[in-house]
């Protein structure tokens, strides 16, 4: 009779604790990889027509001309358009062939696109650091190209290394939303934050 009470007893207490009640790596891990700022595609701003020399010199515009999918030629500036000079970009008929799938049919005719190049592939949980009710998660992301843009925007496949802060409440345990430097931050500033590893 006591062995089945115990038995009891232990499948009652056993049951009354979520898995969520304690922090693992993989929990840290499913809910990192599900939250939404981590989901978030990165996106790529292309403008054509005419731009300002801060912009045309940028890394991705580089890019952009070294793999033939640009021309430019300088411009006068509009009354809208800093720092002078500017450049009148162009897309190249090879330009045309590589964005023609990536803009969205709403974009069209427009000089201003957003294009998703990129997502978010979480590589690691590297440590979970708990005290009482709060934990700092340190993990390992790397941007994963979704197209021949993100491809040639994202070479070498750069791994970033984050922290993020988790509060344990009566149902589990959730990312934190609030925003402190470094320690006990939100994902959206760790993402921000993140440190590239050599």
Known sequence: MRKL???????????????RDFLTRRLASALIAGADNFTA??????????????????PQYLVLQRR????????????????????EVALTPLGVDTFHDLIRGTETGKEYFSIRTARRELVS??????????ADVEFIWKW???NEVGSALNVGGLQYKS???????????RLMETTTPKSNQ????????ADPIP
Do not use: E
């Open 5 to 19: 009470c115990f038995i009891a007893a232990v499948l009652c207490l056993a049951t009354a604790c979520s898995p």
């Open 41 to 58: 595609p990165q996106q790529f701003w292309l403008r054509i027509g005419p731009v300002s020399t801060r912009d045309f010199s940028s």
């Open 68 to 87: 033939g999918w640009i021309v430019s030629s300088p411009t006068p500036c509009p009354p809208a358009v800093t720092p002078a000079p500017c450049y």
């Open 125 to 134: 949980i590297t440590g979970v650091s708990k005290h009482d009710n709060l």
């Open 144 to 146: 994963v190209p979704l």
């Open 163 to 173: 922290m993020v802060a988790l509060k344990h409440y009566d149902d589990g345990w």
């Open 186 to 193: 939100s994902l959206d500033d760790a993402l921000k934050n």
